[in-house]
């Protein structure tokens, strides 16, 4: 599965998402690849990796001057790769303006990576350009990360109307995994207000999992380590450990689904086993 971790707005623990479930998803013993599709390369630098420029990235694997495979580094926990980003990604957007197939270049990168891994998480920019058009085509799941505050649902309104774009424009399957709410602090009245409200107009399409505001996910990127590495017991990365199950158990039921529909016959009728 390519899941894309998104949203248009900063600041809502996007970067801190895609990496925490990425280290939580390895330690499951699920094989995972993290691509850094965001010119700030915060991803990378999570683990240690900060490519400057000319350094093998993915951009250069973008833009067709190196194999994908060969843009890949493997991170300090076992069952997990990174594909690094750094600043040579910032004129990625410029230069594929007038090029065929833009805004299909990742998914078709990814493609050939499908077979070595379990799980393939990009984090993408905190903007609507073509870097993240690419992160959106590519996917099969949208996960969306969103801060309990009061402007949520807007911004989230903005982001499930641009996927209904994609899916419509580029016939890109994009669904929704989950929204996640984070950076949740239970003792405001507003936080539990705004929780109230996306979960009952979301529903099931919540995660039960919340991430809640903690120092010790704030400090493990200026370490560069994922949570998991810096402080275990923490409740962030408890919360990421959580987390990674209920995907885990969500990616299994859609999947129980998916083989129920392939066992319909066309009138309807179920083919005995």
């Known amino acids: 599965m390519i899941l894309t971790v998104a949203n248009q707005k900063g600041g809502v ?53 190196l194999s994908i495979k060969d843009t890949i580094v493997e991170s300090m926990l076992p069952n997990l790769d990174i594909l690094p980003a750094g600043q040579d990604l910032i004129g990625a957007e410029m230069e594929l303006v007038h090029a065929p197939s833009r805004h299909d270049r990742l998914r078709s990168l990814l493609g050939v990576l499908r077979d070595d891994y379990q799980f393939i998480i990009i984090d993408s920019p905190p903007s609507l350009g073509l870097l993240t058009l690419n992160a959106l085509v590519a996917a099969d799941e949208i996960l969306v990360p969103l801060q309990a505050e009061f402007y949520a649902m807007e911004g989230l309104s903005h982001l499930l109307n641009t ?21 949740v602090d239970r003792r405001t009245r507003l936080a539990e207000q705004v929780c109230a409200d996306i979960r009952s107009y979301f529903g099931d399409s919540v995660f039960t ?16 380590k994922p949570v998991l590495l810096y402080a275990i017991k923490s409740r962030g990365a408890q919360a990421y450990l959580e987390l990674a199950s209920e995907f885990i158990e969500r990616s299994a039921s859609d999947d129980l689904v998916t083989l129920g529909q392939g066992l319909q016959r066309p009138h309807g009728q179920t083919l005995s086993r």
């Open 13 to 65: 623990g996007k970067t801190t998402t895609a990496v925490n479930l990425a280290a939580s998803l390895a330690v499951a013993e699920r094989k995972v690849l993290l691509v850094d599709f965001d010119p700030q390369g915060n991803a990378s630098s999570a683990f240690g990796l900060n490519r400057q420029f000319g350094e093998p990235q993915i951009y250069h694997a973008l833009m067709g001057e």
């Open 163 to 183: 996927l209904d774009q994609v899916r419509s424009t580029f016939h890109a399957p994009c669904k929704l995994s989950g929204i996640l709410l984070t950076l």
């Open 209 to 224: 999992t919340e991430i809640p505001r903690n120092v010790r996910l704030a400090e493990a990127p200026s370490h560069a």
